[in-house]
């Protein structure tokens, strides 16, 4: 009989090969294809392992198993609940989240509004002076970046008040 | 939710009690399919948690074949899975026909199992040795091991994840 072929049902010599592992990856592969469609197979097998020693589970186990199921359950209730039921949860959600918020961290724009100010007072008062070098220093910078401009805008107003002065009469061009 | 929660609360109790009787019959098929100790604990919680997902589709009539369809089903994706993975050496191949005579009983095989996970936990440093030798070998929860130790819970239980994929690798690496 070949030995990859599986009639109705596998046969008792089918079933121990495989419990024993003395099955090649093939028949391996069949007989669990096998076995995951097939109720009446599924329960011989479970007799033949219960027939002998069994594992122990380890201590984690049941916790390891509640956990996984925790971490995903929340996110699958909220997605096959009915959409009424969905929004409610996630109302009583924010009301919990808000709840077991510390008031602090509700209140964190007007921390951002109260440290602007504060800043603002601050520089204002010249507190952060040192920070910004000697007066003398700042105004040799100011008005060396200043010159440029300060230069044009002159000789603009030369400009403008030559002309002024010829429309006058008063210079002759 | 009142209902929803009443449901979810039934459900629960239905794992619970899968857990506590079938643990140890999806944990020995999972091991008995996949030779990996640590790869079948991991089928086994997914076997559960897949079982408990899927609790609204089961008639109700035969759980232990349900629960042992899920895991030969968890078992053959993992043997897909890992054969994809890595080609078969010569040696392995022969391993595979050399399983074909007869082999020992099952309680020796279990004995060797953990003859084999106690030398693997004492080839570890310090203080993954202890937690590992511990917690698989003396079956010791991380809460009483921490108090054993006089050390943080949350210590041990790291101490243990960082012990158990040590333990995988090499479990794997003496399967190859």
């Not at chain 1, 089918?14 to 097939?38: S, V």
């Not at chain 2, 076997?47 to 074949?65: I, L």
């Amino acid at each position: 009989m070949n030995h990859l072929q599986i009639e109705s049902h596998m046969t008792e010599e089918q079933l121990l090969r495989m419990c024993k592992r003395a099955a090649t990856p093939e028949e391996m592969d069949r007989f669990l294809e096998h076995i995951a469609g097939c109720d009446r197979c599924a329960k011989r097998m479970a007799e033949i392992f219960e027939e002998g020693p069994m594992l122990e589970v380890t201590p984690m186990f049941y916790e390891s198993v509640r956990r996984e199921i925790e971490q995903t359950s929340e996110e699958r209730q909220i997605v096959t609940l009915p959409r009424t039921v969905r929004k409610t949860a996630a109302k009583q959600a924010v009301a919990v989240k808000q709840e077991h918020t510390p008031r602090a961290f509700r209140s964190y724009p007007f921390k951002v509004v109260l440290a602007a100010c504060v800043t603002l007072v601050l520089m204002n008062a010249g507190a952060f002076g040192a920070y910004m070098g000697r007066p003398t220093q700042r105004n040799d910078f100011l008005d060396k970046s200043t010159m440029p401009l300060e230069r044009i805008s002159r000789q603009w107003m030369d400009t403008s008040q030559r002309w002024n002065d010829i429309m006058e009469g008063e210079l002759s061009i | 939710m009142k209902e929803v929660t009443i449901i979810l609360s039934r459900d629960n109790e239905i794992l619970e009690r899968w857990m506590k009787t079938y643990s140890g019959l999806i944990f020995t098929i999972c091991h008995s399919m996949t030779g990996d100790y640590f790869q079948s604990e991991d089928l086994a919680q997914e076997t559960f948690v897949s079982a408990y997902r899927a609790m609204g589709s089961f008639d109700g009539k035969n759980e232990k074949a349900w629960l042992v369809k899920i895991a030969t089903n968890k078992c053959r994706d993992y043997l897909k899975s890992s054969a994809r993975r890595s080609v078969p050496t010569e040696d392995q191949v022969f391993d595979t026909l050399r399983d074909t005579a007869p082999l020992p009983e099952e309680e020796a095989v279990n004995e060797e199992l953990s003859q084999r996970l106690a030398r693997l936990c004492d080839s570890l440093r310090e203080p993954y040795r202890t937690v590992a030798t511990e917690y698989f070998i003396h079956r010791k929860h991380p809460k009483q091991i921490a108090q054993e130790m006089q050390t943080n819970v949350k210590t041990v239980q790291t101490q243990f994840y960082r012990a158990r994929a040590m333990l995988q690798k090499l479990w794997k690496e003496e399967q190859l």
